[in-house]
């Protein structure tokens, strides 16, 4: 059973960052790929990004492409999501999971999620 540990989040004004923290039990990135969801209210979860264990690839959705960056501390057990120039509609709760890592972000997720945390972009 992978355990998780998420940390992070919070309120931050639009053009704001924050990075969340995804703490993994030992030995779960070895055979896992992790990928970050979110869910906003009364919207489906949706895949943001993820790692993909086996060559390191990661993938973004292309609504946060080029101000999320997500990145894998192995000696830690640790995922992390960067998030830069936050916008209102980042407002979500934010999950970890173990799953499928490819392009669509929609890969088969393990039943193993993390917590979540919210993130409220909001001035």
């Known amino acids: 059973q992978v355990q998780f540990v998420q940390s992070g989040g919070g309120l931050v004004q639009p053009g704001g960052s924050l990075r969340l923290s995804c703490a993994v039990s030992?030995?779960?990135?070895?055979?896992?790929?992790i990928g970050w969801f979110r869910q906003a209210p009364g919207k489906e979860r949706d895949g943001v990004s993820c790692?993909?264990?086996?060559?390191?690839?990661?993938y973004y959705a292309n609504s946060v492409k080029g101000r999320f960056t997500a990145s894998t501390d192995n000696a830690k057990n640790t995922v992390y999501l960067q998030m830069n120039s936050l916008k209102p509609e980042d407002t979500a709760v934010y999950y970890c999971?173990?799953?499928?890592?490819?392009?669509?972000?929609?890969?088969?997720?393990?039943?193993?999620w993390g917590q979540g945390t919210q993130v409220t972009v909001s001035s």
């Open positions: 999971a173990t799953m499928i890592c490819d392009r669509t972000l929609r890969g088969h997720t393990f039943d193993s």
């Open positions: 030992e030995f779960t990135l070895d055979y896992y790929s």
């Open positions: 790692i993909n264990r086996s060559d390191g690839s990661t």
